[in-house]
């Protein structure tokens, strides 16, 4: 059968949203970005969504977003990397979809966010302990998606392609 979506999972600077739109671009699909949409419906970025209203209710907007996106088919969906924190959220999303995860090395991830500033979450004195205490405590909700790809050392184009091939 053929899947209904495909549905990026992975930690922060994994490369969803890039690869997301290529694969989309290549197979004809429509591309999501689930952060986007978060921000669209809260009015505001995600930085002054944590700080005014909280991360239970960042991880509220989300809820509602996966939800929404369940019900529809023909996406590829870049997921925000705390999505799989929820198991409804992967079940929800999991359902007739090619779920895959996108890993990669905790320096690699460094490198990536590095002048990011749209993530509350790593917002630290220092960034790359964050990000490993972050995936330590992440890394067996990572590791429950089928599909595993390592981004550390691949361009954005061959792990596109190592997706369209799925
Ligand atoms: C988060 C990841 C972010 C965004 C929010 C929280 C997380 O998405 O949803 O800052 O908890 O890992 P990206 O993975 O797209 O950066």
Redesign the pocket.
Known sequence: MAHKNIVLF????TG??HVGKEVAHKLDMTFV???DL?VGRAGKP?PEIFADDGENH?RAL?RQVVEDLSQQSGLVI??????I?NPENVGDLGRDGLEICLTAAPEVILGRVEHDT????LNTDDRLVTIQT?LDSRQHLYDSIPNQIDTSDMSVDEVVGKIVAM
């Open positions: 992975g930690f922060m600077g969803k949203t970005d689930m952060d978060i995600i960042f989300e870049a997921t925000g990397g705390g999505v924190k749209n993530r509350p979450l972050l």
